[in-house]
């Protein structure tokens, strides 16, 4: 192997891998997912910018400043794999998004689809994405997806599962 591949590889190998977002990691959790993950999302409370623990935080309810406590969501890296079984209270396992769209697809039989196609953002056509949700019925092949253009395959990506998720929750409710 010639050193310019290798090291085309190595920098492959390096890129960043894109977590859920948090509202995305919270329907997860909702609808089961219990896969293991190398982080999590999960919530502090805050007093004056400042994290305070369980006790600190009845202190002040009880001295009636509960309105000065602020709760902040955050993405946590652990030293130890995270799973939603652990059912940590304010955790919610953070996967990379190609893991979720795989729990998605193999647990409730919906794909995620990003393509490319070309779209006029106002400033002519230029490369766009969108995504699409697929599931096998009873009646056929079901598709469900919002009309909308992204600059980018991430957010494309991002917007699908979040959708996806959201369909199938609404879906369960209207069961």
């Known amino acids: 192997m010639n050193g310019l591949f290798e090291q085309q590889i190595s920098n492959n190998m390096k890129r ?16 089961g997912f219990d896969w293991y993950c190398d982080s999590a999302y999960c919530t502090a409370f805050t007093h004056n910018g400042e994290e305070i623990d369980e006790d600190e935080e009845f202190e ?3 001295e009636g400043r509960g309105k000065e406590i602020k709760r902040v969501k955050y993405g946590s890296i652990f030293n130890h794999w995270y799973s939603n079984k652990e059912n940590y209270p304010g955790c919610a396992a953070r996967p990379t998004l190609a893991f979720a769209r795989k729990w998605i697809r193999e647990t409730l039989n919906v794909d995620v689809v990003v393509a490319p196609c070309v779209h006029d953002f106002g400033n002519g056509n230029e ?9 096998i019925t009873e009646n056929g092949l079901d598709e469900f997806y919002k009309n909308v ?11 699908g599962v979040l959708f996806c998720l959201q369909t199938i929750i609404k879906d369960k409710k209207n069961d």
């Open 16 to 31: 960043e891998e894109t977590y859920v977002i948090s509202k995305s990691a919270d329907l997860l959790k909702k609808l």
């Open 60 to 62: 002040l309810k009880a």
């Open 127 to 135: 490369l766009a994405y969108f995504y699409n949700c697929s599931r």
């Open 149 to 159: 253009y992204f600059h980018t395959y991430e957010e494309a990506e991002q917007a």
